[in-house]
């Protein structure tokens, strides 16, 4: 796709040059400023976009502009923009419901998903696992998650996206493979039961297993997974499991506080730049499945075909999955108690 106002390719190694530069000192002189409020471990996906947007815009228009990020949980930081928390120009949050939950509070206004291209969802995930050096335990698939003694270490399934998709993930795992939600709803208890407590978003769960080491098994966003192996110097191995589900990832500008801001035309424009080909291939790199076919083959070895099933599978929509397992008294309710970190 390309942008009519920004010649990408004549600008890439001019961005490369002044990115150190715009980091340190474009935020506080910058002529816009759009505060991106995203989902927990997308710290580095933005920190390595947001330098190549803001030179190319700089380049394209002649104005500066700073983009600030915010992270935790992707539905903890919802709630936090719903509530006026945080004046998010944009969101880049972790599933549709997330960004939905706005639009019903007033602050996106109807059709915000086609605003974008591919339903505004640059890029795409999945759920897998990390285990440690010659994976003692065996673990190859969801079922290997309740083998005796293996403790999981996941995040808490109402704050977190990651601990939305783990559970949604777990479930389609049953009923996807001809088991019956009986048996799913059962599955989700016991591997609940197995997990010794529940941290509040994904980052803080790949703190707890890979730097302090607690628990065997890490049930983790494929990004995250990938950046826990890959700094563990062998220490860590990531396993695909048989199926997954296929997570969406959603973005859409903040409309009631880009007008305030008179930010619109920038969060836009930034939105848009995250389906250009550069940016999709820093997604790539960065661990996320780009949209755009051709980039996604370039990085095939890295990100491995997977059987992934879509939330058609197990709900009508993201939306009525939200509705049938992480409402009150919905499915998650019934089969975990909330457990606090303990030491």
Known sequence: MRIPWLNIVAVAAA?????????????????HHLLNVSYDPTRELYQDINPLFAAAYEKETGSSIAIKQSHGGSSYQARRVAQGEEPADVVTLGLP??????????LIPDGWSERLPNH???YHSTIVFV??????HGVRDWVDLLKPGVEVILPDPKTSGNGKLAALAAWGAIVTRGGSETEAREFLRALYD??????AAARAAGVAFSVERKGDVHVAWENEALRETETSKGELEIVYPTVSILAEPT????DTNAAKHSSAKQAQAYLQFLFTPEAQEIIAKDGYRPVDAQTLARHARRLPAIDLFPIAAIARDWQDAQQKFFS??????????PKPRTE
């Open 15 to 31: 961005a490369l040059a002044v990115a150190v530069i715009i980091g340190k000192n474009v935020e506080g002189r910058a002529a």
């Open 97 to 106: 419901s997330d960004v939905e939950a706005l639009h019903k509070r007033g």
């Open 120 to 122: 505004s969802q640059p």
């Open 131 to 136: 285990v440690r050096k010659g994976n003692p």
């Open 194 to 199: 197995h997990a010794p407590f529940l941290v």
């Open 251 to 254: 973005v859409a500008v903040v």
């Open 328 to 337: 009150e008294n919905g499915i998650i309710d019934t089969v975990y108690t």
